[in-house]
């Protein structure tokens, strides 16, 4: 049997040999719009996910696909890998992240990633980093983009908890749009700084959408964290062996797309 540092590594390789020659391809859809440039930086997304399934062995499962609403808003999403940066674009409908300006000037990945249109803000202005959220989110949403935001801002280890900052409750209170919160155990088959891909079944959960209508930010933004903190810790070990007695719906962004007809 093929170890999973072996498995690891080939997909490692891969992705080495792929990401260059896409980012290229990326950059010349720059003159597209918004959403035919999605499409284009998409298909790379879908390239890494379908290696990691048959080479690395590691699939995912999603609990609350009915609860994603039929326009654009806001997903709050726990952080514990590189893994859901992937998965949360096939979950979702098209998105844009909020992220910090620094990521863009990553040779190859950030040159790709400035071409799916993001919330690019300087975390170090403060209370002007919140204004450029709210400016650019608006922009955003008009365009029909998603908006995927990670509060705690870094990747934390399965069974820890990051400070959950403002910025996603404060876009959603300041827009009055839907926030929909999302739980996952992908930390446990692929940590934070880690080449090891365990096999498995990730386990996504969605849960229902919460309206930003007379809350305040930070009431909202506590609300996020204990719905996502208690539903993480109620799926932890789930798809790992002899654990896989949970109900769920499996899907695609294709199947989102059909559900919204």
Request: glycine share 8%; charged share 20%; aromatic share 10%.
């Amino acid at each position: 049997m093929i170890s999973a540092a072996v498995r690891s590594a080939f997909y490692t390789v891969l992705q080495l040999i792929i990401t260059p020659p896409y980012a290229l391809l990326t950059l010349a859809c720059y003159p597209l719009p918004p959403h035919y440039r999605y499409k284009v930086t998409y298909g790379w997304t879908c390239i890494m996910l379908f290696l990691l399934r048959v080479i690395c062995g590691l699939h995912y499962r999603v609990l609350g696909a009915e609860n994603i609403p039929d326009r654009p808003s806001i997903v709050l999403s726990k952080h514990q890998s590189a893994w859901e940066t992937l998965a949360l674009q096939q979950i979702f409908p098209p998105q844009v992240w909020v992220l910090k300006k620094e990521l863009l000037r990553i040779p190859f990945f950030g040159w790709g990633l400035a071409m799916t249109n993001p919330i690019a803000i300087d975390r170090s202005s403060g209370k002007a980093a919140l204004q450029q959220i709210v400016e650019q989110g608006k922009e955003k949403l008009k365009q029909n983009f998603w908006i995927v935001i990670f509060p705690e801002g870094t990747r934390t280890p399965p069974g820890k908890t990051g400070k959950y900052k403002i910025g996603g409750a404060w876009l959603a209170t300041h827009t009055g749009t839907l926030v929909v919160p999302v739980a996952h155990n992908a930390g446990e088959f692929w940590g934070r700084n880690s080449f090891i891909k365990s096999p498995g079944t990730i386990t996504v959960s969605i849960g229902k959408p919460i309206d930003p209508t007379g809350m305040d930010p930070d009431e909202l933004n506590a609300r996020v964290q204990a719905w996502i903190e208690t539903e993480v810790s109620r799926i932890s070990s789930c798809g790992k062996e002899g654990r896989d007695d949970e109900q769920f719906i499996s899907i695609s962004n294709q199947s989102v797309k059909d559900a919204e007809k």
